[in-house]
């Protein structure tokens, strides 16, 4: 499956931005699908998770409540919904999709990355 995230761009503190991920290539809703996000110099970590069907989702725990994970299989896209942003969420942010059988924050349970979209947070 190829993933492709759109929707970066630069924003002050406290706007909100949507990021989408369209897939294309395959059966989108047999995987969970991840976002995450690296600054550079630094290593990528996990943002949120949803399962295939959209039932379940989990978050990195500093980032619940301020971003919403979400999918539409008949349309192939899962999106990420970010408010309040702050500078430090300033990142590329990537979208993965899993094989796996649970939804997971680990990059080694991905097996396909999308190219980053950059967000960048003004202060």
């Known amino acids: 499956v190829q993933l492709q995230a759109f929707g970066g761009g630069l924003v002050k503190a406290g706007d909100s931005l949507r990021l989408s991920c369209k897939a294309s290539g395959g059966t989108f809703s047999m995987y969970n699908m991840g976002w995450f996000r690296q600054v550079p110099g630094k290593e990528r970590e996990f943002v949120a998770a949803?399962?295939?069907?959209?039932?379940?989702?989990f978050y990195a725990d500093p980032l619940e409540g301020r971003f919403t994970i979400s999918r539409d299989n008949a349309q192939n896209t899962v999106l990420l919904q970010m408010e309040s942003l702050k500078p430090e969420d300033t990142a590329a942010y990537y979208c993965a999709a899993s094989e796996a059988i649970h939804i997971s924050r680990k990059e080694d349970d991905y097996n396909y990355w999308g190219q980053g979209t950059l967000v960048t947070v003004s202060s």
């Open positions: 949803i399962n295939w069907s959209g039932s379940g989702t």
